[in-house]
């Protein structure tokens, strides 16, 4: 099991309920889209998983560590299991991106190699191809402040996949990059999370995205589970009222036609095996 949510809820200190009664598990080796509007607990629901927050009510079981670690060295090992790719990457603009990406591996390592590959990158080939696989090969040694929005992006997706972790959670990994990037680099850790037997689980504001590559998912909306379907049963109906009072338009990010019509037939199926 790579994860069990039962009744979770989260506040926050001013008050917030972002998240209300989330019960939802995954197998290890799924891959699931979280989609939802603006707001919705998508953000919270990947913090509770990635243990960054505790659940204020409920339990939540990540690979199999138990509801709460026991220790803050059992607590560290649950952590270097997991990677997170966040939309703005958390990396000092002064730190190069050969070091940004062994920064994935520092929960794993001794705090001996830790220290030292902070003064000197340990790993210079590893590095190098993982970010050669993000298409970033000529930025090894590039300043991270001195990247674009997409590229820092891009330079946060190689740390996790040098990373190798049990449980990927991503954050719009790749609200940033144009549509076709965009769309090899989910690719990407699609088939990294699927060689490995990894669990990943990927918050998307395109649902064009979400739906032509990940075979679950997930709808958000006001901190609760709306739906929880394979990508064949999520219709254009069901996208509208997930995304009511977003203007009436559905967010995607090629703009393609095969999408609505994609989604339009899952409509039909619908409809023929019920009637």
Known sequence: MAFRLNGVGLAYANGFDALKGITLQAAQGERIALIGPSGAGKTSLLSVLGTAWAPTVGTAEILDAGDRPRSAAALARLRARIGTIHQSPPIPGRQRAVTAVLAGRLGRWPAWKSLASLIYPLDIPGAGAALDRVDLADKLFARCDQLSGGQLQRVGIARVLYQQPDLILADEPVSALDPALAL???????????????????SLHAVDLAIGNFSRIVGVKAGR????????????????????????????????????????ANDAATRAACC
Not at 184 to 202: K, N, P, S, Y
Not at 254 to 264: I, K, R
């Open 184 to 202: 090899a680099t989910i690719r990407l850790l699609i088939a990294d999370a699927e060689a490995r037997g990894a669990t990943l689980v990927a």
């Open 225 to 264: 589970i709306a739906f929880d379907l394979p990508a064949g049963e999520v219709g254009i109906p069901l996208l509208h009222e997930l995304y009511a009072g977003e203007g009436g338009e559905l967010p995607v990010q090629a703009h393609e036609p095969h999408f609505l019509s994609q989604a339009a």
